[in-house]
């Protein structure tokens, strides 16, 4: 199993994987990492005479399958409390390996923090568990989504941790949201950026990050674990929701929406009312002086940065949108005295667009604006907010993957 987890896809070509291990400190260059050098590792590290980074390389560099005793050896070693600390510690500091060769995959440059998300993600379920139930452990995801470092994360890095956290909520929504998904009083909710609870605010500003799209949709509801079906979740999450609500997380993705279109088509599609009140970089990354479509749009990280940030803004909006929809409102008469309930029912109106569409109709309002720098190559804000709203609709016409 480990063996497909680790070794099945990143075979060194032409020599290079032994080049980069050779040439990484601490890292066996010569001896091929089989099933007894894992084993002489677990040995060493419970031990304490490896370091858990070595361990970690080691099983990156496997290229047999491991028996099923070692693997859960490995399960039961690396899942307690003090080594998943140690392990989202590696996870989460994690940087690119000065020596990996240029041009390579991605996991040969982060092969330590690669396998840590793998194990978390994919490996025994006691990694997941173990991050559920433990609120230190979780709040360590809070800690690394800060609002201060979103425009200078590694982006890897912060792909490799939200999976890690895609997959621990996907298995245990409810102890995912209880710690991470608090309600806010009406303070907080007044100055979400001061807040050390606004975990999905915070959350939006890494929007650009494709797997964070992917997983402020589930803080609603989660797939189904029986149903292959596209529109078959698991029951909502009421904390996820009320969560969601308020941080105001369709004010936030439409804010976001807006930065990207600002700086990717600057003060072009700003009205004088607009431009008094926000700041507008000085050059606009898809437009020049005379407001013309650069040749080359995407050619620069930054605006690939930037069109990433709009389109994942508007998938967010859609996936929210989808499970708010085929979730039946509470009953009128249901007793709802617990503040959490009586919170539920205001959030799941307040996320759906159709009852609160002021933040959907500002992007749409935008994206209309970008409608005459349109050709093929470049971004189209407008089409991506209209499978929005064909996506919502969609939902009207009883589709054949409705559960």
Not at 44 to 55: A, C, F, N, V, W
Not at 98 to 108: F, I, V
Not at 271 to 291: F, G, H, I, K, S
Not at 389 to 399: A, C, E, G, I
Request: glycine share 4%; net charge neutral; proline share 7%.
């Amino acid at each position: 199993m480990l063996k497909s987890l680790f070794a099945g896809g990143h075979a060194p070509e032409h020599g290079a994987g032994k080049a980069h291990a050779a040439s990484s400190p601490g890292v066996p260059g010569a001896e091929p990492v089989t099933v007894p050098v894992i084993k002489r590792d677990l040995l060493k590290y419970q031990l304490g005479r490896l370091p858990l980074e070595r361990l970690l390389v080691d099983l990156y560099e496997l290229r047999e399958v491991l028996p099923n005793d070692v693997e859960k050896n490995v399960a039961s070693m690396l899942s307690k409390h003090k080594e998943l600390v140690n392990l989202l510690d590696l996870l989460m500091h994690g940087m690119r390996e000065p020596n990996a060769p240029k041009g390579c995959a991605e996991r040969e440059a982060y092969r330590v923090p690669w396998v840590v998300s793998v194990l978390i993600k994919d490996g025994d379920a006691a990694f997941r568990s173990g991050i559920a139930l433990d609120a230190v452990l979780l709040k360590k995801y809070v800690e690394f989504f800060s609002e201060s470092r979103a425009e200078q994360c590694d982006e890897v890095i912060a792909s490799l941790v939200t999976r890690t956290l895609f997959s621990v909520l996907k298995e245990h929504p409810e102890k995912v949201c209880s710690t991470l998904c608090p309600m806010l009083n009406d303070a907080e909710r007044a100055n979400l950026s001061e807040s050390e609870n606004a975990f999905a605010a915070t959350l939006s500003k890494y929007i650009h990050v494709y797997f964070v799209y992917r997983l402020l949709p589930k803080m609603v509801r989660v797939r189904s674990r029986t149903s292959r079906k596209r529109y078959a979740f698991e029951a909502p999450s009421k904390r996820g929701v009320v969560h969601l609500f308020h941080c105001d997380i369709l004010g936030q993705l439409n804010q976001q929406f807006r930065h990207a279109l600002v700086a990717l088509y600057g003060k072009a599609i700003l009205t004088e009312v607009e431009l008094d009140a926000q700041t507008v970089p000085p050059r606009a990354l898809l437009l020049d002086e005379q407001n013309n479509l650069r040749s080359n749009v995407l050619d620069s990280e930054a605006t690939c940065r930037e069109v990433n940030r709009l389109e994942n803004a508007v998938k967010a909006v859609t996936e929210i949108q989808i499970r708010v929809l085929l979730t039946p409102p509470p009953p009128s008469n249901e007793p709802s005295s617990l503040p959490l309930q009586q919170a539920y029912k205001r959030a799941i109106a307040g996320l759906n667009i159709l009852t609160n569409p002021t933040p959907f109709l500002d992007m749409l309002d935008l994206a209309m604006r970008t409608v005459r720098w349109h050709s093929p190559g470049a971004p189209s804000p407008l089409a991506a907010v209209l499978s929005c709203l064909t996506s919502v609709y969609q939902l009207f016409d009883d589709p054949t993957d409705l559960d």
